[in-house]
């Protein structure tokens, strides 16, 4: 069934934001200030995930949930619903409810999900039920209610920044931490950023195995390769932050995607197949090289694909993307961080700051993500992303997804 047809008038341009994330929030936001729009996101939760907050809401330590009153424009229309699949032909997206939402244009936002590497946890131990991540609310949700009857020892397997920031709030709750890496600690850190954050880790009681590979997880126990054949440690927690994935709706719709599944699209965010599908966030990789995971890169990204949709809606030429980084921040619980600068290429710098400075600064930041959403809500193209000079096909190549 049609669910806008009735409402929507023929000379309108309807918009479908697929996502309603950091990168498809901006873009609705952005594109509902266009005279002449018709503007649905279409997210599967009915609230908004503050996705860089997961960790502590998983820890009982904050809040990671905003209603989307508080963030949308007064011309974006919300639709509480799952995409099963785009039809191009058509142009609409069919829902997994059966309905469908006819569009014009389409933004392509749909983020990405955790990931458990295929074969870590054990077929006894009931699928991934006893292996925890924080990548998404439901996950996260799992994990607060299960720490608050269990206080037993947890691990966290993945040395990236999920990982370094899970295993710092749980610690500094009381809870005995093991933080197990395949790899270096923080890897996209440089040298200096690696020390203070396993200074801080270590202040703190987490103890840190570096390149040290989990094999299998079980209900209460972790596998780890030794030296002599895998040993058995025990783990009443397991939280997995291995990386991310993404959705299959891509790929399941006939659109052209990196082997990881990401849409891909061209310099100016608009997808190699269908001019009527601008993609952004996570999910998308622009000239086939995507961009680092981050909410840094995702709010710009959804601003420039909503530019993107109104050039071609004026019949003017869309211009390249400009993303340009400027670093990377790790809370170690809620009183300190470390904060890794970075050339505009996300290679770190030399400088980094640490402590109660850098973790006031980074609350700062964690903040002004939230209201540059509602600020773009009240004054739509009120909003400029971390610009610098647009990439090149050289500079993508150089461009390290982490």
Not at 4 to 22: E, H, L, N, S
Not at 98 to 119: F, K
Not at 170 to 186: I, K, M
Not at 295 to 302: D, Y
Request: proline share 5%.
């Amino acid at each position: 069934m049609d669910i806008t047809a009735q409402t929507t008038p023929v000379a309108v341009t309807r918009i479908v934001v697929i996502g309603g994330g950091y990168a498809g929030t901006m873009a609705a936001n952005r594109l509902a200030g266009q005279a002449g729009t018709d503007v649905v996101l279409l997210n599967a939760r009915p609230h908004f995930v503050d996705r860089i907050r997961l960790h502590q809401w998983a820890a009982d330590t904050g809040s990671a949930g905003h209603e989307y009153s508080t963030l949308l424009g007064d011309g974006v229309r919300l639709v509480v619903g799952t995409a099963e699949r785009i039809d191009t032909a058509r142009r609409r997206v069919v829902l997994a409810s059966g309905d469908e939402l006819p569009y014009d244009r389409l933004v392509y936002a749909v983020g990405s999900t955790a990931r458990i590497p295929t074969g870590l946890v054990r077929p006894d131990a009931a699928g991934s039920e006893h292996a925890f991540t924080v990548g998404e609310w439901e996950s996260a949700q799992r994990l607060r209610e299960h720490l608050k009857t269990e206080r037993g020892a947890v691990t966290v397997v993945g040395g990236g920044l999920t990982g370094a920031e899970t295993a710092a709030e749980l610690a500094e709750r009381g809870l005995s931490v093991r933080l197990v890496c395949d790899g270096p600690l923080v890897p996209a850190f440089g040298d200096r950023g690696r020390r203070a954050t396993a200074r801080g880790l270590d202040r703190l009681g987490v103890r840190v195995f570096e390149n040290l590979r989990v094999t299998a997880i079980g209900p209460r126990s972790i596998s780890v390769a030794g030296a002599n054949g895998d040993e058995e440690w025990p783990s009443a927690t397991t939280i997995v932050a291995a990386g991310f994935a993404v959705p299959r709706l891509a790929a399941d719709s006939g659109l052209t995607t990196d082997p990881d599944g990401r849409l891909v699209t061209d310099e100016t965010l608009t997808s190699v197949d269908d001019p009527r599908i601008v993609g952004a966030g996570d999910a998308v990789a622009p000239s086939n090289t995507p961009l680092r995971m981050s909410c840094q890169a995702a709010n710009p990204m959804g601003l420039h694909a909503a530019d993107t949709v109104i050039a071609a809606m004026n019949n003017r030429p869309a211009q390249p993307i400009r993303i340009g980084f400027s670093g990377q921040n790790l809370s170690l619980g809620r009183r300190a961080a470390v904060i890794q600068l970075s050339h505009t290429d996300d290679t770190p710098r030399s400088l980094v700051l640490r402590g109660r400075i850098a973790g006031a600064i980074k609350e700062q930041v964690c903040r002004f993500v939230i209201r540059g959403i509602g600020l773009e809500a009240r004054r739509p193209g009120l909003m400029r992303g971390v610009s610098r000079k647009p990439r090149t096909a050289d500079e993508l190549a150089q461009t390290v997804l982490r």
